[in-house]
T-cell receptor, first 116, second 112 residues
Framework: GAGVSQSPRYKVAKRGQDVALRCDPISGHVSLFWYQQALGQGPEFLTYFQNEAQLDKSGLPSDRFFAERPEGSVSTLKIQRTQQEDSAVYLC??????????????FGQGTRLTVV | GNSVTQMEGPVTLSEEAFLTINCTYTATGYPSLFWYVQYPGEGLQLLLKATKADDKGSNKGFEATYRKETTSFHLEKGSVQVSDSAVYFCALFHTGGFKTIFGAGTRLFVKA
C-alpha cells in the first residue's frame, strides 16, 4: 500500500474486554514500531520488530500487552483485560531498514482506543 | 535517561509571522534529532532531521540546527502560512537502541 495502514481507526472497549489492533506496514519495510500516545502527550515507545523478531519490548506497560509480527509484515498489538488507563491512540510506524542514525519512520494514522 | 523538552503550546501567530518552537534534549553521546509534524486528521510525518552537531535540517521553509553546546534543536520558519497549523514534535534517536523519544508536542495555530 501507499502508507502504513492501521485498523480499526476507532475502538471502544468495555473495561475487562480484550482488544486487537492491526498494523499493515509499508511493503518491504523491515522495521516496525508500536507507540502509545496519551491525550496531549508525545508518542511513547512500546515495542520494536525487525522482520518477525521482537528485539525490544521494554516499553510495554504490563503483561496485559502483547505484540506479534509472525511473518515479518502485518503486526497485531493485543491488550488483554483492558483498563481505563489504556485509553490512548496507538501508533504504528515502519521503516525500510534497521534503525540507525537519521532513519526515517513512517507513521500510520493510529487507532484511538477508548475504554469505558 | 534520554529526554526531550519542548515549549508548551498552543502557539498562535498571524500569517507571515516568524515562528520559533524551542526544543532541548538530554542524552549521552550524539543522538539524531528530528522534528515531526501532525496535521489535523493525519499521521505523524517527518519534517526534518539532523544527525550530527552543527548540522542544519531544512524542509518546506522550516529549519533547525543541531546545537550540542546548548543541547538544543529549535524549529524556525521565517513566514508561516495558515497551512502550517499543526502539532509539532521534537524527537531524538540514540544509536544502540531502537526507540525514538518524543517531546510532548507544540500545537501551532496560524490565523489568516
Amino acid at each position: 500500500g501507499a502508507g502504513v495502514s492501521q485498523s480499526p481507526r476507532y475502538k471502544v472497549a468495555k473495561r475487562g474486554q480484550d482488544v486487537a489492533l492491526r498494523c499493515d506496514p509499508i511493503s518491504g519495510h523491515v522495521s516496525l514500531f508500536w507507540y502509545q500516545q496519551a491525550l496531549g502527550q508525545g508518542p511513547e515507545f512500546l515495542t520494536y520488530f525487525q522482520n518477525e523478531a521482537q528485539l525490544d519490548k521494554s516499553g510495554l506497560p504490563s503483561d496485559r500487552f502483547f505484540a506479534e509480527r509472525p511473518e515479518g509484515s502485518v503486526s497485531t498489538l493485543k491488550i488483554q483485560r483492558t483498563q481505563q488507563e489504556d485509553s490512548a491512540v496507538y501508533l504504528c510506524a515502519s521503516s525500510l531498514a534497521g534503525m540507525g542514525p537519521g532513519t526515517e519512520a513512517f507513521f500510520g494514522q493510529g487507532t484511538r482506543l477508548t475504554v469505558v | 535517561g534520554n529526554s526531550v523538552t519542548q515549549m508548551e503550546g498552543p502557539v498562535t501567530l498571524s500569517e507571515e509571522a516568524f515562528l520559533t518552537i524551542n526544543c532541548t534534549y538530554t542524552a549521552t553521546g550524539y543522538p539524531s534529532l528530528f522534528w515531526y509534524v501532525q496535521y489535523p486528521g493525519e499521521g505523524l510525518q517527518l519534517l526534518l532531521k539532523a544527525t550530527k552537531a552543527d548540522d542544519k535540517g531544512s524542509n518546506k521553509g522550516f529549519e533547525a540546527t543541531y546545537r550540542k553546546e546548548t543541547t538544543s534543536f529549535h524549529l524556525e520558519k521565517g513566514s508561516v502560512q495558515v497551512s502550517d497549523s499543526a502539532v509539532y514534535f521534537c524527537a531524538l534517536f540514540h544509536t544502540g537502541g531502537f526507540k525514538t523519544i518524543f517531546g510532548a508536542g507544540t500545537r501551532l495555530f496560524v490565523k489568516a
